[in-house]
């Protein structure tokens, strides 16, 4: 058997014994990336925008997103994750004042400024 341009296998210098198997290193709970509060603050701000602009969706997504953004490491790839669930939940929060300033505008009588 030929490996690569005419080395032979009885001719191969590696050692088989040599080969050490890969072992996946154990994190500890301070170690583990905190998407926790990102991944519910998008979903609950999701959620308040979709049901429209149900206030305390809107809220709880975006104090979740304050807790992921100030837990975040300096050391974090990831921060697209966290900064689009802040992203969320401001906006969240905006699209529950419009349906709010629309409501009022449409109790009071009318759309006319």
């Known amino acids: 058997m030929v490996l690569a341009k005419g080395v032979k296998l009885e001719e191969d210098p590696r050692d088989p014994e040599g080969i050490v198997r890969f ?12 998407d ?13 925008v979709m049901l429209g602009g149900r206030k305390i969706f809107c809220w709880t997504g975006a104090l979740l997103a304050v807790a992921s953004v100030v837990n975040r490491r300096a050391h974090d790839a990831d921060t697209k994750q966290i900064w689009t669930a802040a992203l969320f939940g401001v906006g969240g929060l905006f699209i529950m004042i419009l349906n709010g300033k629309q409501g009022e505008k449409a109790r009071a009588g009318g759309f006319d400024d």
Do not use: D, I, V, W
Request: proline residues 4%.
């Open 36 to 48: 926790g509060y990102s991944l519910f603050a998008l979903m609950l701000s999701l959620l308040g």
């Open 23 to 34: 072992k996946r290193p154990t994190l500890t709970e301070a170690e583990l990336a905190q």
